[in-house]
């Protein structure tokens, strides 16, 4: 499963795996705890394959910034928790995208990265390549 079905729900703690669409909104079920919940469509909720990353020259996107921090660990988790001070934060998210922008990458959404990372990490969610360059690859062995 890629990034394209992980959401992230305003107002609820952790991330949801987009289960079927309704009338009114949709069902997620949370990759914390396995619970089900209904969203409405007024809900402010972020697609993961989405969310860019700010930097001085570019936007990038989220699964690259996965994919930095899994060749930084190795595939597991990261090495600081995303409750750590915030200087170790910064230090931490310089590592893994030194030419990240300080100015508009507050450390909020450097914690919300490392948590979501583990937490994709922890579901065995790992694959971070763009569904593009899959059908690319899959047409490509044809």
Known sequence: ???????????????????????????AESLLDGKRI??????SVSVLSEIAIYTLEEEVPLRDVFKKIQEKENG???SI???????????YFFEVL?????DRVYVSDIKKVIQW?????DNKITDFSSEEIEKEEASEEE
Do not use: C, W
């Not at 209904?38 to 809900?43: A, H, K, N, P």
């Open 1 to 27: 499963m890629g990034l394209e079905k992980i959401l992230s729900v305003a107002g609820k703690p952790g991330l949801y795996k987009l289960i079927t669409q309704t009338r009114t909104g949709f069902v």
């Open 38 to 43: 209904t969203v409405s469509l007024r809900s």
């Open 76 to 78: 597991g988790k990261t």
């Open 81 to 91: 928790g995303h409750k750590e001070e915030k200087i170790k934060l910064e230090e």
């Open 98 to 102: 030194p030419n990240y922008d300080e």
């Open 117 to 121: 990372y583990n937490i994709l990490t």
